[in-house]
């Protein structure tokens, strides 16, 4: 947490030397905290001598306040009285590039999350009243809730087995993924594919950029916080990491499992230390994997020898945790 807001400037006081002390006055005053002045108009903005300033956006008028605020100021702590997001958004990307901080207030741990996230960007801190100090520790944990980058390896194709019918999952998500980016997948929990999103062009159908198609429904598929589900698991809601082909990762929300009998066939592969990874997944030339560089390969023309993407797990897993117990997968 960056620090305490408060108009107390005792209470204020009483706080550890540690902690940033920001004061909200009416007028810059003289004392060892970080003032914050409260503006309505740009004239008090123009006449402003501290490098912080609060702004109650209620209309168009403090709307344009604060994006001017947002854009010249260190910090600028900006309150909305509507509930709609429209108003942030225009203020973050007024803000776009400025040195300055954007503080939002909240007025709870579900507003945080959604602003934390408008326009991808979301805003650079958030302000709230916490009703109790279990409150503060959610709030800290959600703002240190970034997904980490993987360490992807290059997996070496041993071969293709055609199945016959299976059921498999397309994963639609509410998110547009990047032509380089798609979901790891693998019938075993210590090895996984990067399975490729429908960013692609294909004849006889269009391109659908939330879709990846991932496999059958007893597959794994790597989530946030290093967890693991079935994708027959998944449903509306649900929250599966988007990765790209150099392991940067981001959280994605499931619009819908589509499962469809269809038929299938199995790749198994192998890291450069010998770990085997398999997949199954539907047998059609529009499924596709990807491989070094980003580069689509399509999952009916693999052939032994050709590579892959995909990341190696070092832990087994129970209930898709992650556990240090013996467990083989074949």
């Not at 009483?14 to 005053?29: G, W």
């Not at 070496?156 to 087995?161: A, F, L, N, Q, S």
């Not at 192998?270 to 990874?277: D, I, T, Y």
Request: hydrophobic share 40%.
């Amino acid at each position: 947490l960056a620090g305490v807001v408060s108009d107390d400037p005792a209470l204020l006081d009483t706080l550890p030397p540690t902690i940033t002390r920001v004061l909200v006055a009416d007028a810059p005053v003289d004392g060892p905290h970080l003032v914050t002045v409260v503006v309505d108009d740009q004239d008090a903005l123009d006449r402003l001598t501290t490098d912080a300033a609060f702004v109650q956006v209620r209309d168009d008028r403090t709307l344009k306040l604060a994006c001017a605020a947002a854009v010249r100021l260190g910090h600028t702590v900006v309150a909305f009285t509507d509930p709609t997001k429209i108003p942030l958004e225009i203020v973050i990307a007024a803000a776009d590039g400025a040195p300055g901080k954007l503080i939002t207030v909240v007025a709870d741990l579900e507003e945080a999350a959604i602003v934390l996230d408008v326009l991808e960007h979301g805003s650079d801190g958030v302000l709230m009243a916490p009703r109790d100090a279990n409150d503060v520790f959610k709030l800290a944990r959600l703002l240190e809730a970034t997904t980490p980058p993987l360490n992807l390896t290059t997996l070496t194709v041993e071969g293709i087995t055609h199945n016959g019918l299976g059921d498999r999952v397309c994963v639609d998500t509410a998110s547009h993924f990047q032509e380089d980016e798609g979901i790891l997948v693998g019938s075993f929990s210590s090895g996984f594919i990067l399975c490729c999103s429908e960013t692609h062009p294909l004849p006889y159908m269009p391109t659908r950029p939330f879709r990846v198609n991932a496999g059958a429904l007893h597959s794994y598929v790597l989530g946030p916080d290093n967890r693991t589900n079935y994708l027959s698991e998944l449903r509306s809601g649900s929250t599966v990491l988007a990765v790209n082909s150099e392991g940067r990762t981001r959280k994605l929300t499931v619009g819908r499992a589509k499962l469809e009998s269809r038929p299938i066939l199995t790749i198994t592969a192998h890291s450069p230390e010998g770990v085997e990874v398999s997949l199954t997944v539907q047998d059609d030339w529009h499924v596709r994997v990807l491989g070094p560089g980003g580069k689509v390969r399509n999952v009916t023309e693999l052939q032994r020898g050709d590579e892959l993407l995909g990341y190696i797990a070092t832990e087994q897993r129970h209930v898709g945790i992650p556990i240090g117990e013996f467990c083989k997968e074949t």
